[in-house]
């Protein structure tokens, strides 16, 4: 069943049909909140935050868009919202260790320090950067997301979408800079 | 194509989203330029460390507790529909029962003047309490003017409703012409507009204003003077603040004190005053003198109700000698065969003869 059919369910008053859409989206949302945040507990709380509103305003979606669209754009509001109200980043980054799954089944001991440092660097620097540019390209880097897409998520023209993200990378790429670019080839 | 023109390109380069075109372009000038391929080389890490950043799974249950807390706690969609319409109803219905309160308690406080025009001006612009007056002290009126003035004006007005067929509605509206008092007579006289269709107006309660404190049972609880406590006449030392302020009475009495003599001849006296009642008018008429002015000492007022009016005489000439008797107005001599039906008696006492 695809998300129009669902949503049009849900908005019948079958609420079953919500379930479907939260397990098709759980993990994507999960997902980008909890890179907008960086911290497993709150990206947890957020992100179910995120499905009780669309719940509550499904009927107010008229379709215009992708479900996911409209879902991502709820995301990323509750995570932006979070997100300037949580204090240091310091203790995010001790979340990210013992949250994140080692996806390699048998690194050495040198490769899952240098990966684990390489992701708290990534993370990190996404938390530094402004919540529009780490938007942008949390929606195009991390979750694949195209232009057009990013721009409806977003409600910007393709264009501005375009010169954000390249502003954002290059923010990005400056801040991962002193850990990176000097030893690149090692990554 | 310059490195300026190239790196602003260089995200859309990486993504693929040039056309073939602009691609070529910058595909040409990052192979000629170390610097610009360089700034490609670090954007094209950064994306790639973004986008092998690992996925993480949200906690086991997730779905499961975010399907209870929309089902548990929030409404499903009908009860957002309804719940508005149920709840905008009862909202309606109390701003209604509202409504409908205060309708009848402000009619409830208007009601009194729905229902006896006269009563509340009497209160209160005419004869109020003590209390009333102090209660009502933030009327602009009241406050400004002084009291003998209100008083005198009090008393005009109980005046006319006192003796309604009297001319004194005509003339009150002649005489309204001060601003001050315009409001209160124009009041008065529009209340004795009503006058044919009420019950006869009780002299005692217009005048008074002390209505309450006469007890039903026993009207007569004034006149220390005299042995029988008849009502003394309600704002006695007012009504002598000004002549003109002195109300019309239905009966006026000139009596004379005796000299003091013992309780027993006194009450002696007091048995033979029966005896002596019935012909007292005429008796007093013959025997009576004008008192001179030098003998009057006290003018004396009392509201007695007219079925009550022989046992007033009675023991007012128990008490003193009366002189005279005069039947005011339209007022005729079987005064007592009007009932429910007050009379202003006015009496004045004259100090005994000298032997």
Same mark, same amino acid.
Request: glycine letters at 2%; a neutral charge.
């Given at each position: 069943?695809?998300?129009?059919?669902?949503?049009?369910?849900?908005?019948?008053?079958?609420?079953?049909?919500?379930?479907?859409?939260?397990?098709?989206?759980?993990?994507?949302?999960?997902?980008?909140?909890?890179?907008?945040?960086?911290?497993?507990? %709150?990206? #947890? &709380? @957020?992100?179910?935050?995120?499905? =009780?509103?669309?719940?509550?305003?499904?009927?107010?979606? !008229?379709?215009?868009?992708?479900?996911?669209?409209?879902?991502?754009?709820?995301?990323?509001?509750?995570?932006?919202?979070?997100?300037?109200?949580?204090?240091?980043?310091?203790?995010?980054?001790?979340?990210?260790?013992?949250?994140?799954?080692?996806?390699?089944?048998?690194?050495?001991?040198?490769?899952?320090?240098?990966?684990?440092?390489?992701?708290?660097?990534?993370?990190?620097?996404?938390?530094?950067?402004?919540? %529009?540019? #780490? &938007? @942008?390209?949390?929606?195009?880097? =991390?979750?694949?997301?195209?232009?057009?897409?990013?721009? !409806?998520?977003?409600?910007?023209?393709?264009?501005?979408?375009?010169?954000?993200?390249?502003?954002?990378?290059?923010?990005?790429?400056?801040?991962?800079?002193?850990?990176?670019?000097?030893?690149?080839?090692?990554? | 194509?310059?490195?300026?023109?190239?790196?602003?390109?260089?995200?859309?380069?990486?993504?693929?989203?040039?056309?073939?075109?602009?691609?070529?372009?910058?595909?040409?000038?990052?192979?000629?330029?170390?610097?610009?391929?360089?700034?490609?080389?670090?954007?094209?890490?950064?994306?790639?460390?973004?986008?092998?950043?690992?996925?993480?799974?949200?906690?086991?249950?997730?779905?499961?507790?975010?399907?209870?807390?929309?089902?548990?706690?929030?409404?499903?969609?009908?009860?957002?529909?309804?719940?508005?319409?149920?709840?905008?109803?009862?909202?309606?219905?109390?701003?209604?029962?509202?409504?409908?309160?205060?309708?009848?308690?402000?009619?409830?406080?208007?009601?009194?003047?729905?229902?006896?025009?006269?009563?509340?001006?009497?209160?209160?612009?005419?004869?109020?309490?003590?209390?009333?007056?102090?209660?009502?002290?933030?009327?602009?009126?009241?406050?400004?003017?002084?009291?003998?003035?209100?008083?005198?004006?009090?008393?005009?007005?109980?005046?006319?409703?006192?003796?309604?067929?009297?001319?004194?509605?005509?003339?009150?509206?002649?005489?309204?012409?001060?601003?001050?008092?315009?409001?209160?007579?124009?009041?008065?006289?529009?209340?004795?507009?009503?006058?044919?269709?009420?019950?006869?107006?009780?002299?005692?309660?217009?005048?008074?204003?002390?209505?309450?404190?006469?007890?039903?049972?026993?009207?007569?609880?004034?006149?220390?003077?005299?042995?029988?406590?008849?009502?003394?006449?309600?704002?006695?030392?007012?009504?002598?603040?000004?002549?003109?302020?002195?109300?019309?009475?239905?009966?006026?009495?000139?009596?004379?004190?005796?000299?003091?003599?013992?309780?027993?001849?006194?009450?002696?006296?007091?048995?033979?005053?029966?005896?002596?009642?019935?012909?007292?008018?005429?008796?007093?008429?013959?025997?009576?003198?004008?008192?001179?002015?030098?003998?009057?000492?006290?003018?004396?007022?009392?509201?007695?109700?007219?079925?009550?009016?022989?046992?007033?005489?009675?023991?007012?000439?128990?008490?003193?000698?009366?002189?005279?008797?005069?039947?005011?107005?339209?007022?005729?001599?079987?005064?007592?065969?009007?009932?429910?039906?007050?009379?202003?008696?006015?009496?004045?006492?004259?100090?005994?003869?000298?032997?």
């Amino acid at each position: 069943m695809r998300d129009a059919e669902c949503v049009r369910r849900l908005q019948r008053g079958e609420t079953d049909a919500f379930e479907t859409l939260v397990r098709r989206h759980e993990k994507r949302i999960f997902n980008l909140v909890y890179r907008m945040l960086g911290d497993y507990e %709150e990206a #947890a &709380e @957020v992100s179910q935050e995120v499905f =009780l509103s669309a719940f509550r305003a499904v009927g107010q979606f !008229r379709g215009d868009a992708n479900f996911s669209t409209w879902l991502y754009r709820i995301a990323l509001n509750h995570a932006s919202t979070r997100r300037k109200t949580l204090g240091t980043r310091q203790h995010r980054l001790l979340a990210i260790d013992n949250a994140e799954p080692l996806s390699d089944p048998q690194p050495s001991p040198s490769d899952i320090l240098e990966k684990k440092e390489i992701r708290e660097r990534v993370q990190a620097a996404l938390n530094q950067l402004d919540p %529009e540019d #780490a &938007e @942008v390209i949390l929606l195009r880097d =991390l979750q694949d997301v195209s232009y057009d897409e990013v721009a !409806r998520v977003l409600k910007i023209p393709v264009g501005t979408v375009k010169s954000r993200l390249h502003r954002a990378r290059r923010a990005l790429k400056s801040r991962l800079a002193p850990y990176f670019c000097a030893g690149r080839k090692a990554v | 194509m310059n490195c300026h023109e190239a790196q602003t390109q260089l995200s859309e380069y990486l993504d693929g989203e040039l056309d073939p075109l602009r691609n070529k372009s910058v595909e040409s000038h990052l192979l000629a330029c170390p610097v610009c391929r360089a700034e490609a080389d670090g954007l094209a890490d950064c994306i790639r460390q973004v986008a092998q950043l690992p996925p993480v799974d949200p906690p086991p249950g997730f779905a499961q507790r975010v399907m209870a807390r929309a089902l548990e706690v929030e409404p499903s969609l009908w009860q957002k529909i309804i719940a508005p319409l149920r709840f905008s109803a009862p909202i309606q219905a109390s701003a209604a029962v509202l409504i409908a309160v205060l309708a009848v308690l402000i009619y409830r406080n208007e009601s009194p003047l729905k229902n006896d025009p006269l009563a509340p001006s009497m209160s209160t612009a005419i004869a109020p309490s003590t209390d009333q007056r102090n209660a009502n002290s933030e009327t602009p009126l009241r406050a400004a003017a002084p009291k003998a003035k209100l008083d005198s004006r009090r008393l005009r007005l109980a005046e006319k409703l006192a003796t309604p067929s009297a001319p004194a509605i005509s003339a009150s509206k002649d005489t309204a012409a001060q601003a001050a008092d315009k409001a209160e007579v124009a009041s008065a006289v529009g209340e004795l507009k009503d006058l044919p269709h009420r019950a006869p107006i009780q002299a005692q309660e217009i005048a008074t204003g002390s209505e309450n404190v006469r007890p039903d049972s026993n009207p007569f609880v004034f006149g220390p003077a005299f042995s029988a406590p008849f009502r003394a006449g309600p704002f006695a030392p007012e009504r002598m603040l000004s002549p003109l302020s002195e109300p019309s009475a239905d009966v006026e009495f000139v009596v004379r004190r005796r000299e003091s003599e013992p309780k027993k001849a006194a009450e002696s006296r007091r048995a033979e005053a029966d005896s002596r009642a019935a012909g007292a008018l005429a008796k007093r008429s013959s025997e009576s003198t004008t008192p001179q002015p030098n003998s009057l000492t006290e003018v004396k007022w009392f509201t007695v109700p007219a079925e009550r009016y022989d046992q007033f005489k009675k023991e007012l000439a128990a008490e003193a000698t009366i002189d005279s008797e005069r039947p005011i107005g339209s007022m005729t001599n079987d005064l007592s065969a009007r009932p429910n039906r007050d009379l202003l008696i006015k009496v004045i006492v004259l100090t005994p003869l000298e032997r």
